[in-house]
C-alpha cells in the first residue's frame, strides 16, 4: 500500500542524515502508534528552533540514548503537526517539503498554509 503526501502522490523520504521520521526510516510515516503525529517535513530554521526550545521542545541538545543528534538550523525533520501550526501561529513556521509531508498533516492544517511556507520549486535543495 503506498503512503500518499499531501499532493496525493506517493510519499517521498524527508531526511536520511539526520535519519528523520518517528520510525527513524528517513520518512514522515504515522501510525496509531505516533501519538505527536510526526507527519510535517520542515527545512528547520533558527527562529523556529528557539521558538521549540522556548516552548519545552529542545530539539537542539543532543540525545544519543534516544538516537537523536540534535538539530541545527537547515536541517530536514519531520515535524509533529501540531508544533508546526503552534510555529505558524507565532509566525516562525519554517519552511515545508510538500512531497515530503504525509496526508495526515492535513488534518492539523490547511494546503494552502502548508503550500504559503512551501519550499520554492527549482531552489537548490540538500539531498535527504
Known amino acids: 500500500m503506498t503512503t500518499l503526501n499531501v499532493l496525493g502522490s506517493e510519499l517521498m523520504p524527508c531526511s536520511y542524515d539526520p535519519l528523520t521520521g518517528f520510525y527513524r526510516d ?7 502508534h505516533d501519538l505527536g503525529s510526526h507527519v510535517i517535513c520542515a527545512r ?11 516552548s519545552g521542545n529542545d530539539l537542539v541538545t543532543p540525545r544519543p540514548e534516544y538516537r537523536f ?18 510555529a505558524l501561529e507565532a509566525g516562525v513556521a519554517p519552511p515545508v517539503v510538500l512531497e515530503c509531508t504525509h496526508l495526515r498533516a492535513l488534518d492539523y492544517v490547511t494546503l494552502d498554509q502548508l ?10 535543495e540538500p539531498q535527504p
Open 44 to 54: 528547520l530554521t533558527q527562529a523556529f528552533l528557539d521558538f521549540s526550545v522556548a
Open 69 to 86: 543528534p540534535g538539530l541545527k538550523a537547515g536541517d530536514r525533520w519531520c515535524l509533529c503537526a501540531l508544533r508546526w501550526k503552534e
Open 26 to 32: 528517513g520518512c514522515c510515516k504515522t501510525d496509531a
Open 115 to 124: 503550500r504559503a511556507h512551501a519550499l520554492v520549486p527549482g531552489k537548490r
